[in-house]
DNA sequence: GATATTATTTAGGTAAACCTAAATAATATG
DNA sequence: CATATTATTTAGGTTTACCTAAATAATATC
């Protein structure tokens, strides 16, 4: 099946989509895809003649089990591309989302499983997001956002956004990497900064920048 | 500057076609880039209003210095791609054009530079062939086809066509690789193979994969 | 030098993926 | 519940890069 990048977009948008709004509309797609909501319609209804996506008009776009299949390959070639840029090229963890997003799209298969093989089949890409693997399983670890958590909880950083260049130096340049442990010391009223101890050295991060950041609580009895 | 896929891949065949014809003509260029004639036509006429090209009707194309810088500029990434994915991620040799053939056009500039950075500033591709400077510089060492060579005559292997992945392979297994020196042994006659002696080992080659095999001589008095 | 052949161009058409503007459906508000 | 607002779709248009078929130009052959 050849399948065009405008398509293979599309597919990755309803899956992050789904993921991070539960439901798929019209105008949040082409909101995130940069196109018109008109534009969307019409290739949201070639998707459904492909079988790739279920789609009722007013009702949403859901992805059929093919259509996942292709979003998760997809994305595992962004994710596994972000780790090799990052970490064998020494590309800053802030530039590699954007050469992904070209390069998923170019890769054979071959050269995708040689870069796995590489990379020691990895399962998490620098910003933390999983890694599908072939057969198109994925790691979910139901993680919360650091914006909404409370003074004295402990937690891991799971997750950054990997979308926004600026955002992701800001993170870096406070030591905010997945799998660092904190605990949350102070949160400021009216949607103001967070203070968080890392290895008993504090720092502060503004909310809007902790809404983008996920993390894994690390319970009490631990 | 924003050019598609497209006009890159014509200013690359216009390049290599004027290299290895001398002049370029609108079938040659249709027949290299699977395209009919007339489609051709069409868009040499494109190129010609955007600069890149020289065009008169019925009597050929030229790159412009626009159009040839552009050519370079993506022939430096197709062969920078080579031979990283051959020396560094270990491809096989008959592999890496297929692949560089996509990843060309979708490589940023500092992916180029840090890849050039990470192979310490090659002038070669791993079927021999010059990658052009950043400047657009270009070493066309003068060399000729082994098929020309006659009996008795010493050379080194300078460059193999690196667009058919069954020749490499068979050169490959040859053991003729750039850089390789040899001399010619015998010559058979009807266009029949050649026999090679490197390092007192004799191979044989057959006339067609000859023709596809660049030397430069080794004189006489060295 | 007329005619056949080959090369090239012109004209008109298609598919993909976008667009704008207008129409319609769904949802919210007084 | 009538109306305003927002979401979505429909209709028609654009651009890019192809295509086929027909016309024309250049070249080769008798």
Redesign the pocket.
């Known amino acids: 099946m050849i399948l065009?990048?405008?398509?293979e977009?599309?597919l990755k948008a309803i899956y992050a989509l789904k993921k991070e709004v539960g439901k798929v509309?019209?105008?949040?797609l082409a909101e995130r895809?940069?196109?018109?909501?008109?534009?969307?319609?019409?290739?949201?209804?070639?998707l459904a003649d492909m079988k790739l996506v279920t789609?009722k008009?007013?009702q949403?776009v859901a992805l059929t089990k093919a259509g996942q299949k292709v979003a998760l390959e997809v994305i595992r070639h962004h994710r596994l591309l972000e780790l090799y840029l990052n970490e064998i090229m020494g590309l800053p963890w802030d530039k590699v989302h954007q050469e992904a997003e070209k390069l998923e799209h170019a890769i054979s298969e071959e050269l995708e499983d040689r870069i796995d093989q590489l990379l020691g089949h990895p399962t998490t890409d620098p910003h933390g997001s999983p890694i599908p693997s072939k057969a198109g399983k994925v790691n979910n670890s139901s993680s919360k956002k650091l914006s909404e958590m409370k003074r004295g909880e402990k937690a891991k950083i799971a997750e950054v956004r990997d979308e926004d260049s600026e955002l992701l130096r800001y993170v870096g340049e406070l030591g905010l990497f997945p799998g660092k442990s904190f605990e949350v010391v102070n949160v400021a009223p009216y949607k103001g900064p967070m203070t968080l101890k890392i290895k008993s050295k504090k720092i502060i991060v503004g909310r809007e920048a902790a809404k983008q950041i996920l993390v894994n609580k690390i319970s009490a009895w631990n």
Not at 33 to 46: I, Q, Y
């Open positions: 065009s990048e405008s398509i977009d599309y509309v019209t105008t949040q895809l940069e196109v018109k909501p008109a534009s969307v319609t019409g290739m949201v209804r070639k789609y008009p007013y949403g």
